[in-house]
């Protein structure tokens, strides 16, 4: 009996650990995997948070036009800031495609533990949270919680679709450093395929057979730096287009462009028959512009109107592209980008005015190029108006054979017409009318246009403390920044907010009075602000007073420092003009003033002056940006510029006690 029970018990351990063998098995990380954590990667610097070991796409087109692509991942972590990127993401389209298969591993520092995730950790949620309905949405399984520094974290995912358009993107990189990056596309055997570089020298496919395959290896770092081009401008990409035969293309599957023409076409053929006008649209408009006596006062009515409706997108099918018909916008009373700009086009034919529907990137303004014809580089749809000569706006392109265009982004209700937003600003962006469509470089909005004006009044008491108020007025995007920061947050914030501006100069200050005025329509924001500093002023030896006529600093940092750059410096058009006068105090006479300074440079002009008259000390000082790309080999000149107005704006003003 004994004998028995035992051999028993024996049998249950050999199953048990047989169990345990084939689970281990099960959640040993695949192949690929491990030899991606067997690799020895290059010492970073120790901000550099983490670096990919593999990033490769394996692309197959089907002659149906099915697209199926198996996606494989791997990151170690190398700090622990860079737990954010053990996270697996997958988009896909409810109506064109689905994730067949998603799985993920963490290898733990060591490479004793292995963690494995499954369909159990996979979580599904909408891709674009402000849509009330939106198809694209994204599977996600989430490591972070589980990683650290020292692991490797993979994931692998099969996904099906059927794509609106036969060309699709590749990052090689984001910022992070990366060994291997591969995009592999196989097309049938009587497809082509070809594709467009960015961000860096020309990069050759290797084709072998109908399979094209681009690589990238050992990728640095791009490191961020202040006033640098956006991501997308910065890391390598390539553009796809695969295209059938001529028997398979006539057959209608998915779509290829051969000319920004063809682009225009396209578009046109969506959104025209969706500019629908019926009566209460018409009676709209004609309400809105009855007291207008110029075109330009009709357009800006009707415009204040169409950035006032809630934006509210719902995309289903052909839907992400095609707009809503413009008597469903306005009987609904929202839309999204494209809806706006549609209702807005019927509005405006109800007053006799053409306009054209306008595809952009928000986001980076050097993001479209010319050289891929393509509708996936727009991801924003904004409007063209055909206006007369005696509508003068600084948002004014010439089309050459539409005649000028006022370009207006509905959607951005802290942009009025006449301005434009600051990534909109001198993109490439198409506007769709059919063969006369063409892409055209949007408006740069002068410096004068978005303008700063400070007045600071201020008195400075024998014991060094500084009591004042400060008056703010501006335009164009320097307003928009002010009415985005006001409209953004509560009152207590906001509050803050200006608070934590005003002790950035003036150390201890207490801000008294906080009064804002946002005049939307007319493009223009008020600031007006009091405020004490009981120690502003230092007094040396009873006799002497030593301040900053700089009470406060301007709202952007000076932050062009380091000695060398590696990225372009972008600086944006604006002006900004400070006059501070500041009451001396009795029994003190102005011992030492800091040198006038005026800079003139291709980018960018300042001046500073002070004047002592009646008892005040008049500090003066304007600055000039003209929106600019400066390569780094000329980054000098730029770092040079801002240090010698960071020095001005520091130095001190000595007062001597009589």
């Not at 087109?61 to 860079?82: H, P, Q």
């Amino acid at each position: 009996m004994l004998y028995k029970l035992t051999g028993f018990l024996f049998c249950l351990a050999l199953l048990a650990t047989s169990a345990a063998n084939a689970q281990a098995i099960e959640d040993a990380p695949p192949a690929w995997l491990q030899q991606a954590a067997a690799l020895n990667v290059p010492t970073y610097k120790r901000d550099v948070p983490a670096v990919v070991l593999v990033d490769e796409a394996n692309v197959t087109v089907g002659a149906d036009g099915l697209v199926t692509t198996t996606y494989t991942y791997a990151v170690r972590i190398l700090t622990r800031e860079g737990r954010a990127l053990a996270v697996a993401t997958e988009g896909y389209e409810t109506d064109t495609g689905k994730v067949r298969e998603m799985r993920a591993w963490l290898i733990r520092a060591g490479g004793n533990s292995v963690k494995r995730y499954d369909k159990d950790d996979v979580m599904d949620q909408a891709a674009a949270l402000n849509d009330v309905y939106n198809e694209s949405r994204i599977k996600k399984i989430d490591a972070t919680g589980d990683a650290d520094a020292g692991a490797v974290f993979g994931y692998q995912t099969v996904v099906e679709r059927r794509s609106f358009f036969n060309q699709m993107n590749w990052y090689f990189q984001e910022r992070v450093p990366v060994i291997s990056s591969r995009f592999n596309l196989t097309v049938p055997a009587n497809w082509r395929a070809a594709s467009v570089t960015f961000n860096h020298e020309k990069i050759e496919p290797t084709v072998t057979g109908s399979t094209y395959t681009w690589e990238l290896r050992s990728l640095a770092p791009i490191e961020p730096e202040p006033n640098s081009p956006r991501i997308t401008t910065l890391a390598p990409r390539i553009a796809v287009s695969y295209a059938p035969s001529a028997s398979a293309a006539s057959s209608g599957i998915n779509r290829t462009f051969e000319s920004w023409a063809d682009v225009s076409r396209w578009y046109t053929q969506l959104s025209d028959p969706q500019v629908t006008l019926d009566d209460p649209i018409a009676a709209k408009a004609r309400e809105l512009t009855a007291t207008s006596k110029t075109e330009l006062e009709r357009i800006r009515a009707i415009s204040r109107y169409v950035q006032k409706l809630q934006y509210i997108s719902i995309q289903i099918g052909m839907g992400r592209f095609r707009p809503h018909s413009a008597t469903e916008v306005f009987a609904k009373a929202y839309g999204d980008c494209k809806d706006k700009a549609n209702l807005m086009r019927a509005m405006l034919k109800a007053v006799k005015i053409e306009s054209y529907p306008v595809l952009i990137y928000s986001g980076d303004a050097s993001y479209v190029r010319q050289e891929w014809v393509s509708p996936s580089q727009f991801n924003h749809c904004i409007i063209a108006i055909r206006v007369s000569d005696e509508t003068q706006v600084p948002t004014i392109v010439q089309h050459p054979s539409l005649g000028r265009l006022l370009i207006f982004d509905a959607t951005d209700s802290q942009t009025p017409l006449g301005d434009l937003p600051d990534d909109e600003q001198g993109s490439f962006a198409l506007v769709a009318a059919g063969g006369d469509g063409a892409l055209l470089r949007m408006p740069t909005t002068p410096p004068e246009s978005n303008q700063l004006e400070r007045q600071v009044e201020a008195v400075l008491s024998p014991d060094g403390s500084l009591a004042g108020s400060i008056q703010e007025r501006s335009t164009g995007q320097s307003a928009a920044g002010e009415r985005r920061a006001f409209n953004y947050l509560s009152r207590p914030q906001y509050v803050k907010l200006i608070e934590e501006w005003i002790t950035r100069g003036a150390s201890g200050a207490k801000v008294s009075k906080v009064e804002p005025v946002d005049d939307g329509a007319d493009g223009r924001f008020a600031l007006d602000v009091s405020f004490s500093a009981a120690s502003y002023a230092q007094l040396m030896q009873d006799r002497l007073l030593v301040f900053k006529p700089a009470i406060v600093s301007r709202r952007e940092s000076l932050v062009l420092t380091e000695a060398i750059r590696k990225h372009p410096v972008v600086l944006e058009a604006s002006a900004y003009t400070e006059t501070a006068r500041i009451k001396l105090p009795e029994g003190f006479d102005v011992d030492e003033v800091p040198d006038a300074l005026k800079l003139e440079t291709p980018f960018g002009n300042y001046n500073a002056s002070y004047d002592v008259k009646d008892g005040q000390l008049i500090f003066t000082r304007r600055l000039i940006l003209r929106a600019s790309t400066i390569p780094a080999d000329q980054y000098a000149s730029v770092r040079s510029f801002f240090e010698r107005i960071r020095a001005v704006e520091q130095s001190p003003v000595v007062l001597a006690k009589k």
